[in-house]
C-alpha cells in the first residue's frame, strides 16, 4: 500500500473522512509555503494537495486562476516550488500531493521532475491534462520512485471507462462532483449517490470527492458519499484573507465536528 492511500485509511478506519486542503503554492509569496504547510499539518489534515501556479489553468476557476495569477505574480516556478518543499522535507510528515498540468513536468523533464518529487517529499501527482489514455509513460516514471499518479473520474464518465480510471488510480480515485472547474457550488447533481455507489464498488483505493466543496456542511454532506473531500477554492481564499478559523472549521468537520465549525 502506498504512503498516500495509508495516510487516508488510517484516517477512515477511525470512523473520521479524510480531508485534503489544496492550496496555491507562494499565493502570498514563496516564504508563505512552509508556515502553511506546516499550520495544516498542525490541524492533521491528511494529505495536502500543492498547487503549481500555471497560465493556462484550464480546469481551473476564478478563485485559483487569480491565486495561481498572485503566485506567478510573486515570482514562483515549478523550480522554486520544489526548491522550498527539498529545504525543510525533514518537518513534513504529512503526505504531499502536487497538482500540475502537463507542460510543466515536460519542461522540467519527467525524469528530473520525479527526482524533484523525492527531494521535496512529494508522495503524489494530480495532472488533470493527462488522460488515462496517455498516463502510463507519467505512472512509469513516478512508480519507482514510490510517487502515486491520482486519476480523476468525472460524472460523465461511462461505466466501462470509471471502472478503468479507478483501476488504473493509485492513493485515491478523485471523484469529480460537478461537471465544470473547480470553485464554490451551492447545488450539487442529484444522483451523486449512485455515482459514489458504484465507484466505491468498482474502486479497490477510498474514493475522494471534489470540487466546489466550500462549507463545513458540504464537507459533511459530500464527505458521506465515499471516504473524504478534497477542498480548493474555499481554502486558498480563507488562506488569503488569512482566516484560519474557517480553515479549521471545514477540517472539524471532516472529523464530525460541525459545532466547531460553526465558530
Ligand atoms: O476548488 P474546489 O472547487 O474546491 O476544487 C478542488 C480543487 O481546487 C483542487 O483539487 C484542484 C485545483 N485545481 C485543479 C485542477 C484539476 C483538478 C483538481 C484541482
Known amino acids: 500500500m ?3 492511500q495509508q495516510a487516508i485509511e488510517q484516517t477512515t478506519v477511525t470512523g473520521n473522512k479524510a480531508f485534503i486542503p489544496y492550496i496555491m503554492a507562494g499565493d502570498g509569496g514563496l516564504e508563505t509555503l512552509k508556515p502553511t504547510i506546516l499550520q495544516l499539518q498542525q490541524m492533521e489534515v491528511t494529505a495536502i494537495e500543492v498547487g503549481i501556479p500555471f497560465t493556462d489553468p484550464v480546469a481551473d476557476g476564478p478563485t485559483i486562476e487569480q491565486a495561481g495569477e498572485r503566485a506567478l505574480a510573486a515570482g514562483v516556478t515549478l523550480r522554486k516550488v520544489f526548491e522550498t518543499l527539498a529545504s525543510f522535507k ?3 510528515h504529512v503526505p504531499l500531493v ?3 498540468y502537463f507542460n510543466p513536468v515536460l519542461a522540467y523533464g519527467l525524469e528530473a521532475f520525479a527526482e ?3 527531494a521535496g517529499g512529494v508522495k503524489g501527482l494530480i ?3 493527462v488522460p488515462l489514455e496517455e498516463s502510463t509513460i507519467l505512472r512509469e516514471t513516478l512508480n519507482p520512485h514510490g510517487i502515486d499518479l491520482v486519476q480523476l ?3 460523465t464518465s461511462p461505466p466501462e471507462r470509471i471502472a478503468r480510471i479507478a483501476a488504473a488510480s493509485q492513493g485515491f480515485v478523485y471523484a469529480v462532483t460537478v461537471n465544470g472547474i473547480t470553485g464554490a457550488r451551492t447545488k450539487f447533481a442529484h444522483d451523486l449517490k449512485e455515482h459514489f455507489a458504484h465507484l466505491l464498488e468498482v474502486s479497490h483505493i477510498p474514493v ?4 466546489g466543496i466550500s462549507t463545513p456542511e458540504q464537507v459533511v454532506s459530500m464527505g458521506a458519499l465515499g471516504d473524504g473531500v478534497i477542498v480548493g477554492s474555499a481554502i486558498v481564499t480563507a488562506l488569503h484573507e488569512g482566516n484560519l478559523t474557517k480553515v479549521e472549521a471545514l477540517v472539524s468537520a471532516s472529523k464530525g465536528d460541525l459545532e466547531k465549525s460553526t465558530l
Open 90 to 92: 525533514e518537518e513534513i
Open 98 to 100: 502536487v497538482m500540475t
Open 153 to 155: 473520474v468525472s460524472l
Open 116 to 118: 524533484a518529487c523525492v
Open 127 to 129: 495532472v488533470p491534462d
Open 208 to 211: 475522494l470527492a471534489g470540487f
Open 2 to 4: 502506498t504512503t498516500l
